[in-house]
């Protein structure tokens, strides 16, 4: 295969793994109510920010829909479409609506634009002309959260307020010369539970269980290969093999250890650096990691029905030996990874990032391997620390949690960063994504993986080994990341905080319960006795007592 099995590709796994491992931070649906500590609650403007829809029809016929967000003030927007009224639209006059209005309104919405005054004076002066509720039009091309000043107590508004961003405020401004405009303000409920989450649980469960299987049927074939050349007296040929030309990789403890440092600096550099091109760049570094996750397990699936392609090689410059069943699949995960490439922004396109995503995680986990479970501890210790940091306690020093702005790409055009698996929320009026970070399936995946190689190795069933319940653990631990994803309205969540003392807790315990620990946390691989030492200590006795 071009670069499986060689050092090459097991440096680029070690790379691949750093890179896709800085967003290990984030399971998210969208926030869709907001809190906001610098703009407190006082009596009378003590709303959660909430996003609104703004459903518009021009001469009866139904026309474009906007989102807006809700003000601090006012009464609470309807959450059913059923129950919202289909209200007349009208421009303010004055239209920045901060002096009275010069004509009385007969409950209409008003639109109005942003300036010269408080939000609170606009929504004062239009409930006192008549109107039903306010759109205000921003002056920016992004929403804008609308508070009360500290001073302004007991306030007694009784219609809602919603902002608009300034392209869609032009849009509903350009409707009014069109004809008659109506609008239907209502901020719809989050379902909760969305088919979308149900499918990344199993897609992330799905993909750790065939990257452990692969990893664990690699490992085995490899001893017994180096058992059938011992048995024959090759030790030299074992020794140049063990000497580092297999291709897969041990994380060590220095490199565990720094994880955390290269992961944090590689975010940093995410968040201060997010911008168009650069985003571009990572769609290019995503690709090229996804053509050789792709190629590496089609091939490793089709060399079973193609030995002899498999087995032919030929020199290809920069790459070596390279098989003909390489040369024949890889111009194909190219061509689907530029297709991608070029088509992501369309509604589909969520498949090819999947699909990419999956075969690269897949790709690492049998590629990059824990040797023990004292490595795996500091691996995904340092992950669960780095997790809630960026998520949670960035805030202190960056005023916005770093890990979910660039998860989300909100300093771009693009719909989050490539390093996801998401999957669209089919059955939620608010439309979007449930997302999960490649870092929350593979770095429990080698854990996961570890398992059940030294399930193998120390020929254990499946109820007495570590594998099916370091997989029950993961799985119970996802689940409860999305159950706190739910409870939190849709706010990005650390899904390691929730996944490591999970799946960790459980492979220690039952370490420590089953006597192994130590084993484990050591040498992470059973003990075992040599066919060739045991033959080379019975052929002496035997010469001895045949004399």
Same mark, same amino acid.
């Given at each position: 295969?071009?670069?499986?099995?060689?050092?090459?590709?097991?440096?680029?796994?070690?790379?691949?793994?750093?890179?896709?491992?800085?967003?290990?931070?984030?399971?998210?649906?969208?926030?869709?109510?907001?809190?906001?500590?610098?703009a407190?609650k006082?009596?009378?403007c003590?709303?959660d920010?909430?996003?609104v829809?703004?459903?518009?029809?021009?001469?009866?016929?139904?026309?474009?829909?906007?989102?807006g967000?809700?003000?601090?003030?006012?009464?609470?927007?309807?959450?059913?479409?059923?129950?919202?009224?289909?209200?007349?639209?009208?421009?303010?006059?004055?239209?920045?609506?901060?002096?009275?209005?010069?004509?009385?309104?007969?409950?209409?919405?008003?639109?109005?634009q942003?300036?010269?005054?408080?939000?609170t004076?606009?929504?004062?002066?239009?409930?006192?002309?008549?109107?039903?509720?306010?759109?205000?039009?921003?002056n920016?091309?992004?929403?804008?959260?609308?508070?009360?000043?500290?001073?302004?107590?007991?306030?007694?508004?009784?219609?809602?307020?919603?902002?608009?961003?300034?392209?869609?405020?032009?849009?509903?401004?350009?409707?009014?010369?069109?004809?008659?405009?109506?609008?239907?303000?209502?901020?719809?409920?989050?379902?909760?539970?969305?088919?979308?989450?149900?499918?990344?649980?199993?897609?992330a469960?799905?993909?750790?269980?065939?990257?452990?299987?692969?990893?664990?049927?690699?490992?085995?074939?490899?001893?017994?290969?180096?058992?059938?050349?011992?048995?024959?007296?090759?030790?030299?040929?074992?020794?140049?093999?063990?000497?580092?030309?297999?291709?897969?990789?041990?994380?060590?403890?220095?490199?565990?250890?720094?994880?955390?440092?290269?992961?944090?600096?590689?975010?940093?550099?995410?968040?201060?650096?997010m911008s168009?091109?650069?985003?571009?760049?990572?769609?290019?570094?995503f690709?090229?990691?996804?053509?050789?996750?792709?190629?590496?397990?089609?091939?490793?699936l089709?060399?079973?029905?193609?030995?002899?392609?498999?087995?032919?090689?030929?020199?290809?410059?920069?790459?070596?030996?390279?098989?003909?069943?390489?040369?024949?699949?890889?111009?194909?995960?190219?061509?689907?990874?530029?297709?991608?490439?070029?088509?992501? $922004? !369309?509604?589909?396109? =969520?498949? @090819?990032?999947?699909?990419? #995503?999956?075969?690269? %995680?897949?790709?690492?986990?049998?590629? &990059?391997?824990?040797?023990?479970?004292?490595v795996?501890?500091?691996?995904?210790?340092c992950?669960?620390?780095?997790?809630?940091?960026?998520?949670?306690?960035?805030?202190?020093?960056?005023?916005?949690?770093?890990?979910?702005?660039?998860?989300?790409?909100?300093?771009?055009?693009?719909?989050?960063?490539?390093?996801?698996?998401?999957i669209? $929320? !089919?059955?939620?009026? =608010?439309? @979007?994504?449930s997302?999960? #970070?490649?870092?929350? %399936?593979?770095?429990?995946?080698?854990? &996961?993986?570890?398992?059940?190689?030294?399930?193998?190795?120390?020929?254990?069933?499946?109820q007495?080994?570590?594998?099916?319940?370091?997989?029950?653990?993961?799985?119970?631990?996802?689940?409860?990341?999305?159950?706190a994803l739910?409870?939190?309205?849709?706010?990005?969540?650390?899904?390691?905080?929730y996944?490591?003392?999970?799946?960790?807790?459980?492979?220690?315990?039952?370490?420590?319960?089953?006597?192994?620990?130590?084993?484990?946390?050591t040498?992470?691989?059973?003990?075992?006795?040599c066919?060739?030492?045991?033959?080379?200590?019975?052929?002496p006795?035997?010469t001895?007592?045949?004399?």
């Open positions: 295969m071009m670069g499986s099995g060689s050092p090459e590709t097991a440096a680029a796994a070690v790379t691949a793994l750093l890179l896709v491992a800085a967003l290990v931070g984030v399971a998210s649906a969208g926030d869709i109510v907001h809190q906001d500590d610098d407190p006082i009596p009378g003590s709303n920010f909430m996003l829809k703004v459903q518009t029809w021009v001469n009866n016929r139904e026309a474009d829909e906007f989102v967000v809700g003000a601090r003030f006012g009464p609470i927007i309807e959450s059913k479409e059923k129950h919202a009224n289909r209200t007349g639209l009208l421009l303010a006059d004055p239209f920045d609506c901060c002096a009275p209005l010069k004509e009385k309104v007969a409950g209409e919405v008003l639109l109005v942003r300036g010269d005054c408080k939000f004076t606009k929504t004062k002066n239009a409930e006192a002309a008549g109107a039903s509720a306010i759109i205000i039009m921003n920016l091309h992004e929403l804008y959260k609308m508070v009360c000043d500290q001073n302004e107590t007991e306030l007694d508004i009784n219609i809602p307020a919603v902002l608009l961003p300034k392209d869609a405020g032009t849009i509903l401004q350009g409707l009014l010369s069109l004809g008659k405009v109506s609008v239907q303000l209502y901020s719809p409920d989050r379902p909760l539970v969305d088919t979308a989450e149900v499918f990344l649980w199993l897609m469960v799905g993909t750790i269980l065939g990257a452990s299987y692969w990893s664990a049927w690699s490992a085995r074939e490899a001893v017994i290969e180096q058992e059938k050349l011992l048995k024959d007296g090759h030790e030299s040929l074992v020794n140049r093999e063990a000497g580092g030309s297999s291709g897969m990789v041990d994380i060590t403890m220095t490199s565990a250890m720094l994880f955390i440092v290269v992961a944090s600096l590689f975010l940093v550099m995410l968040y201060k650096l168009h091109w650069f985003v571009e760049l990572l769609v290019v570094i690709c090229i990691g996804g053509v050789e996750g792709l190629q590496t397990c089609l091939v490793a089709l060399s079973r029905w193609f030995k002899p392609a498999a087995g032919s090689f030929v020199k290809v410059p920069f790459f070596g030996a390279v098989s003909y069943l390489t040369l024949a699949v890889c111009p194909f995960c190219i061509v689907f990874a530029v297709l991608w490439a070029v088509y992501r $922004r !369309m509604h589909y396109a =969520w498949i @090819g990032q999947d699909v990419l #995503g999956i075969a690269l %995680i897949v790709t690492v986990i049998q590629i &990059v391997r824990i040797p023990n479970l004292k795996g501890s500091v691996l995904l210790g992950s669960f620390l780095y997790d809630i940091f960026w998520v949670f306690i960035s805030k202190m020093l960056f005023h916005e949690s770093v890990m979910i702005v660039v998860a989300r790409g909100d300093k771009t055009d693009e719909d989050g960063v490539p390093m996801l698996l998401k669209p $929320r !089919m059955f939620d009026p =608010w439309g @979007g994504y997302i999960i #970070g490649f870092g929350d %399936i593979l770095l429990p995946g080698l854990l &996961v993986a570890f398992a059940l190689r030294y399930d193998w190795a120390a020929k254990k069933t499946l007495s080994g570590y594998f099916l319940w370091s997989m029950v653990a993961y799985g119970s631990g996802l689940l409860i990341t999305y159950v739910n409870l939190m309205d849709g706010h990005g969540q650390p899904a390691l905080l996944i490591v003392p999970f799946t960790l807790g459980t492979f220690i315990s039952l370490g420590k319960k089953r006597g192994e620990l130590r084993n484990l946390w040498k992470g691989q059973p003990p075992r006795v066919t060739h030492e045991q033959q080379h200590l019975i052929d006795a035997s001895v007592s045949s004399s």
